[in-house]
Each structure stands twice: as C-alpha cells, then as structure tokens.
Nanobody, 127 residues
C-alpha cells in the first residue's frame, strides 16, 4: 500500500518554471519505479517522465526531453518534476504514479503498469 500526494502546481507564463512534488507514504520500500503523467482537457492521459529507484534511471517523453527533469529524494520519500521553459501545451493536470510490483519496468510509459496514483495537481501555462 502506497499513498501519493502531489503539490506545486499553479499558473505560470510561457517560458517560466515550476517544480512539482510527489510525497509518498506507506510501503515506499517496495516501490520499483515512479512516474509523472499528465492529462489535458479533451485528451488522453500521457506519459511525462519516470525514475527507477533501484538504479536512478530516468526516462522522458520526447515532448518534454531537455526541458523537464525528474529526481528523487529518498530521505524525504519524495519525487520531483522540475519543469523549465514551459509552453502552453504543457497545461494539464499532472499525476504522480508508483509501481510496487514491477509491471512498469521496461515499459515506463504504459500507465497500466502503475498501481498507485495521486489526486493530481493543475499546471496552467499562459501565453
């Protein structure tokens, strides 16, 4: 059992930055991989970035590569998403997800591999 709570969303102008946080609690020692997904109005949920806690390996969607950085602070049981050079198309609800079974390993972009999800935090980028 893992609980996830996102924070850090808000309104920012294009070109600006935001840092999202995902605080994990419960059986965090069992987590293999954590990820960020997002969903814009009228669109399907899409993968943003993931991090493998065993090796620190990171994976990014092409749309955010070079602009976003995912990181983890094991002492605080928290995963971060640093978002730079934000664009209006980044506007969405951002969700934190965790896999404690191993289903997401090798396929971090597949949302079906994650068993735990946060409530989401809104990110709005104005032009």
């Amino acid at each position: 059992q893992v609980q996830l709570v996102e924070s850090g969303g808000g309104l920012v102008q294009a070109g600006g930055s935001l840092r999202l946080s995902c605080a994990a609690s419960g059986r965090t020692f069992s987590v293999y991989i954590m990820a960020w997904f997002r969903q814009a109005p009228g669109k399907e949920r899409e993968f943003v970035a993931s991090i493998n806690w065993s090796g620190g390996r990171e994976y990014y969607a092409d749309s955010v590569k070079g602009r976003f950085t995912i990181s983890a602070d094991s002492a605080k049981n928290t995963v971060y998403l640093q978002m730079n050079i934000l664009k209006p198309e980044d506007t969405a609800v951002y969700y934190c997800a965790a896999d404690s079974i191993g289903y997401a390993l090798g396929r971090p972009w597949d949302q079906s591999g994650y068993g735990y999800w946060g409530q989401g935090t809104q990110v709005t980028v104005s032009s």
